[in-house]
């Protein structure tokens, strides 16, 4: 069973940073991609970033720029730095994780941007 545990969310100001977290365990294939999405209230839930196990990165257009996605693949881990946070970027954040079986969520951070 793999298991994805997300951290590092909270509340911070317009303009501010956040760093987020996410650990893999379990078992899943070491080739794999891992990102990161997020789904605000109403709205559905997009990709913010994705990182595959060889570090080729895909970002979503609009958030290129503020949001820098990094891989440890010695810890399973990956990390989502966000700068420049706007109201907007208000969500839950998710970590995932998809190998050649199936695909994985983690259960969701929340992030609070207050203008």
């Known amino acids: 069973q793999v298991q994805l545990v997300e951290s590092g969310g909270g509340s911070v100001q317009a303009g501010g940073s956040l760093r987020l977290s996410c650990v893999a365990s379990?078992?899943?294939?070491?080739?794999?991609?891992m990102g990161w999405y997020r789904q605000a209230p109403g709205n559905h839930r997009e990709l913010v970033a994705s990182?595959?196990?060889?570090?080729?990165?895909n970002y979503a257009h609009s958030l290129k720029g503020r949001f820098t996605i990094s891989r440890d693949n010695t810890k399973n881990t990956i990390y989502l730095q966000m700068n420049s946070l706007k109201p907007e970027d208000t969500s839950v954040y998710y970590c995932?994780?998809?190998?050649?079986?199936?695909?994985?969520w983690g259960q969701g951070t929340q992030v609070t941007v207050s203008s």
């Open positions: 995932n994780l998809g190998d050649s079986l199936d695909t994985y």
């Open positions: 379990g078992k899943f294939f070491a080739i794999n991609v």
């Open positions: 990182i595959t196990n060889t570090g080729s990165i």
